[in-house]
């Protein structure tokens, strides 16, 4: 029997792009979000382009985890 995931730890980890979905068991894409996200964040560090390039990866990683545990029937 699978032990039923936290709610908590869920929300915690799906603060960081990639984390949740790890922790839902989805490993290759929560390395994916992961390494899409740390490369954004130090391509704005070093191109200084502005912080709101990385938004749009932060958005899509929560809707999709959301999408995830959450499927419409």
Same mark, same amino acid.
Request: hydrophobic share 55%; net charge positive; with cysteine.
């Given at each position: 029997?699978? =032990?039923?995931?936290? =709610?908590?730890?869920?929300?915690?980890?799906?603060?960081?792009?990639?984390?949740?979905?790890?922790?839902?068991?989805?490993?290759?894409?929560?390395?994916?979000?992961?390494?899409?996200?740390?490369?954004?964040?130090?391509?704005? !560090?070093?191109?200084?382009?502005?912080?709101?390039?990385?938004?749009?990866?932060?958005?899509?990683?929560?809707?999709?985890? !959301?999408?995830?545990?959450?499927?419409?029937?």
């Amino acid at each position: 029997m699978k =032990r039923k995931k936290s =709610r908590f730890w869920l929300f915690a980890f799906s603060l960081i792009p990639g984390a949740g979905h790890m922790y839902i068991g989805f490993m290759k894409m929560g390395v994916s979000f992961m390494a899409g996200f740390f490369l954004s964040c130090a391509v704005v !560090g070093i191109t200084e382009i502005g912080a709101f390039a990385v938004v749009p990866i932060i958005i899509y990683a929560y809707v999709n985890l !959301g999408v995830r545990l959450f499927p419409c029937q």
